[in-house]
């Protein structure tokens, strides 16, 4: 079963603007939350990551913002540009699975220029 | 060069053949991952290790057979391929369970005829 559900699965947005991946979960026990980028014939990198005790954590124009009572999270993409067109994974860690991450669906971002 | 490297590449094989995709990682990580991509299911975890010897099933692990007699390989053997089987592997590592960050592989597209 899916631990971790992605929307959207394919999302095209215009240059300069917002993008909006959201994610849902149904395990408290996750304790850890990455975001993972990957580039067409590259492998996944990590992108940007927040622990539940943190309801937003931003690192130049990508935010993640996390919403431990609805136990969802989101990623943001500000200034959206061309070179940001990529597949977008979100995950969680369960605190007693070592490193273990459970991956959502993958988001196939389109920014248009 | 440092890092984690698949081989092949590029696989094609046929209905009922045994193939080994290769991983190898220069970090000395404890831990490593395979899992495969397909369209619409994200990244599927396979099979993980923890350290060289002890191995682990994940979601989607039958029909694949894996091995870690050094802590550097992870070796994923598909005993006998199947057209289901068809898909992006990828190889990943991580350095401890504090360290959650997962490094990937560039990935071993396979197709089975």
């Known amino acids: 079963q899916q631990q971790v559900k992605q929307s959207p699965q394919s999302l095209i947005v215009q240059k300069g603007g917002i993008s909006i991946i959201n994610c849902a979960y149904e395990n408290t026990a996750f304790d850890y939350f990455p975001w993972y980028q990957q580039f067409p014939g590259k492998g996944p990198a990590l992108l940007i990551a927040?622990?539940?005790?943190?309801s937003e954590k931003k690192e130049g124009r990508f935010t993640i913002s996390f919403n431990k009572s609805a136990k969802q999270f989101s990623l943001h993409i500000m200034d959206s540009q061309p070179g940001d067109s990529a597949t977008y994974f979100c995950?969680?860690?369960?605190?007693?699975?070592?490193?273990?991450?459970?991956f959502g669906e993958g988001t196939q971002l389109t920014v248009n220029p | 060069d440092a890092g984690i490297t698949q081989s092949p590449r590029y696989k094609i094989t046929e209905t009922g053949r045994q193939v080994t995709l290769m991983c190898h990682q220069t970090w000395s990580h404890s831990y490593m991952f395979w899992y495969r991509q397909d369209l619409g299911h994200g990244l599927r975890l396979i099979y993980y290790?923890?350290?060289?010897?002890?191995?682990d099933k994940g979601e989607v692990p039958d029909g694949y057979v894996v091995s870690r007699s050094k802590t550097e390989n992870f070796p994923l053997t598909l005993e006998s391929a199947t057209r289901s089987q068809t898909s992006v592997y990828f190889c990943a590592s991580s350095g401890s369970e504090l360290a959650f960050e997962q490094y990937f592989g560039p990935g071993t597209r396979l197709t089975v005829t």
């Open positions: 290790s923890a350290a060289a010897d002890i191995t």
């Open positions: 995950a969680a860690r369960e605190e007693t699975s070592g490193s273990r991450l459970t």
């Open positions: 927040i622990r539940p005790d943190v």
